[in-house]
Nanobody, 119 residues
Framework: QVQLMESGGGLVQAGGSLRLSCAASGTISSINAVDWYRQAPGKQRELVAS???????NYVDSVKGRFTISRDNAKNTVYLQMNSLKPEDTARYYCNLRISNGLTWDLFWGQGTQVTVSS
C-alpha cells in the first residue's frame, strides 16, 4: 500500500511564499513522473507543474518564474516552492505520483492542501 501525505498549505498575503510537500510512504520501488495540480472553487482541476524521473520540469504559463517543482528521491518526497503568490493562486493543491511497487505502476493522489492568498 502507498500513502501520500501533503503539507505546507496555508493563508499568505499576496507576494508571499509557501512550500508544499508531498511525502510518499509504503511499498515503493520507484517513482516516475510527478505532477502538482490545483483546483479552485467552481473551476476544473489544472495541471500546474510536472517533473520527470530525470528531473525535467514543466509549468503552466501562469506560474512560470514563480513556482519551482523539485523532488528528493531518497526521501520519496516532492515539493512545490511557490513565490510571489497572487490571489489567483488560491486553490486546493494536489500531488499526483506514478509509483511502482516493483511489479506494477499505479497513480496516486494526495489528499490536497489548501492555499489561500489574500490581496
Amino acid at each position: 500500500q502507498v500513502q501520500l501525505m501533503e503539507s505546507g498549505g496555508g493563508l499568505v498575503q499576496a507576494g508571499g511564499s509557501l512550500r508544499l510537500s508531498c511525502a510518499a510512504s509504503g511499498t515503493i520501488s520507484s517513482i516516475n513522473a510527478v505532477d502538482w495540480y490545483r483546483q479552485a472553487p467552481g473551476k476544473q482541476r489544472e495541471l500546474v507543474a510536472s517533473i520527470t524521473s530525470g528531473g525535467s520540469t514543466n509549468y503552466v504559463d501562469s506560474v512560470k518564474g514563480r513556482f519551482t517543482i523539485s523532488r528528493d528521491n531518497a526521501k520519496n518526497t516532492v515539493y512545490l516552492q511557490m513565490n510571489s503568490l497572487k490571489p489567483e493562486d488560491t486553490a486546493r493543491y494536489y500531488c499526483n505520483l506514478r509509483i511502482s511497487n516493483g511489479l506494477t505502476w499505479d497513480l496516486f493522489w494526495g489528499q490536497g492542501t489548501q492555499v489561500t492568498v489574500s490581496s
